[in-house]
């Protein structure tokens, strides 16, 4: 490192310089003393030189402006000039203390110059050490009181090279310190700033959204809120400082309170899951909302439970559009159910008359099935008008092969499937007994396969397998449409839900089939599910318990 003005490791320091010039004026001083004291002999000249040089640097230490960018050089030329004050006052009065005075500079370069200022000064002091010696050795007079002997100027030499040596490497350690320190403390105000910056960018996004975010601690309270949950707070008319646990929060009738110990912040902080639960926020008689909620736990390194975040968003208008579409579904199939009744009495009252032909009864009883099956969907279609419907469905249980149902479906479809020129494909192999009821049975593979073939291309395929073992039995039903996107798997068995390529399409559907078909199955201790790509194709995968009366 070259010794110059960016050599100096710390800032210069004018009262610091100052006081340690003072303190090496001062420590000349008392040697001189104790040498007038103890009678040593000086030579007066050298000495006066030497003390007026030190007096000459102190002061101008003191008076002088070290803001000025020659400052740093300068303060790097002041031991310099100490050492040759020092060497002065050493060749006055050899036998004296002031050649452990060379010290001091020495250690000054040493602290505030590093390696290279050690190096120097030892250098430099070394020179200034035996200067005399070697002057008498060429042959100059070295003065009138002698030269310090050559075990002295040793032993002060290596007093000098250990201290420099010490001080280096500390002001080495100290400056590795100090800039470890400042990289760390850069570090950690770019970390901050950037943590600033991700928090400015989060509290835009969440009051952009439209739905209300808020995040509380594990002991309930409230961390921070989004602008969309605030607006609601101030539309019900609850105060901002309203506690997760003052909120008046009410079960989807609108009337029952939800208890203490089952509200949603309660139960998530335990961490049992909320995910699209439905409450109405606010009292009876006043402004209230209607609010799907969902929350997650955010947990810290260690495991433990930092906050619960949870979202909602305002349902109210799809609470009400529900049940306008509940309401004119039910008056509809009120509407329908009368004249089915009356329908199937005649129909009922003819296939009883008298001499009629055998194809003439067979129409009758085609006509009458087909009624009766009519009138049930139906009910059934009243029955979805609630939101628990499962105990609404009435259900006869029997021994019923599932093959034969299977294969009259399939045989009823296939001029739907012709009309397409979709290949249909059976593979219903031995029988396969189930308790079940068999007219829901095949009402769930009717809808089943009617799907298949509505939602396939033409041209395209639709094979059904049927496989059993001793505990249960599998239908499976595969087709060459176009395939489901993964929101329609979430809420493919959802009432009036259809799916996207549905919507678009020109195929008609109520969007109930799925959902009553799961019921139904359900009801029987079986399971239903699809298997589908976005890519294409699609296979409904249905599994039966042998006996029903066994399943849960």
Known sequence: MPLGADAIRVPVSPGRLFATQTALLIAAAIVTGLTFGAGLPTEQSRLALGLTILVLVTVVVGVATWERPWARAVVVAIPMVDLVALNQLRAATPTSGFGFLLVLPVAWLALNAGRAGAIIGVVSATLVAWSPLLLREMGFNPGSVGTPSVAATASLNVSVLIVAGVIAMSSARETAQRRLL????????????QARREEGVLNAVMDAVPFGVVSLDPRGTYRGSNR?????????GLPLSTTP????????DGVTPVAANDLPHVRGL?????DGETYWIGHPDGNRVAVEVSGRLVMDSDGTVDRLVAVFRDVG??????????????SVSHEFRTPLSSILGYIELAADTPG???EAVNHLAVAERNTTRLLTLVNDLLATRGRTPRAAVPMSLALVDLAEV??????????????????MTLDAGDPQTVTGDAFRLRQVVDNLVTNAIKYNVDGGSVTVELAGDDAEVSLAITDTGHGMTEQDHVEVFQPYHRTTDAVVSSVQGSGLGLAISREIVERHGGTIRLESAEAGGTTAILVLPRDAGKAP
């Open 182 to 193: 400042a990289t760390q403390a850069r570090r950690s105000a770019e970390a901050h700033r």
């Open 228 to 236: 969309a949950a605030r607006a609601m707070m101030r539309h019900i």
């Open 245 to 252: 646990h003052g909120l008046p929060l009410y079960h989807l």
């Open 270 to 274: 335990t961490g049992a899951p909320i």
């Open 317 to 330: 208008d799809s609470i009400e559009a529900e049940a306008a579409r509940d309401q004119a579904v039910s």
């Open 356 to 358: 009629l032909p055998d």
């Open 406 to 423: 299977v294969t009259e479906s399939v045989t009823a479809l296939r001029p739907l499937a012709a009309d397409r020129v979709i290949a």
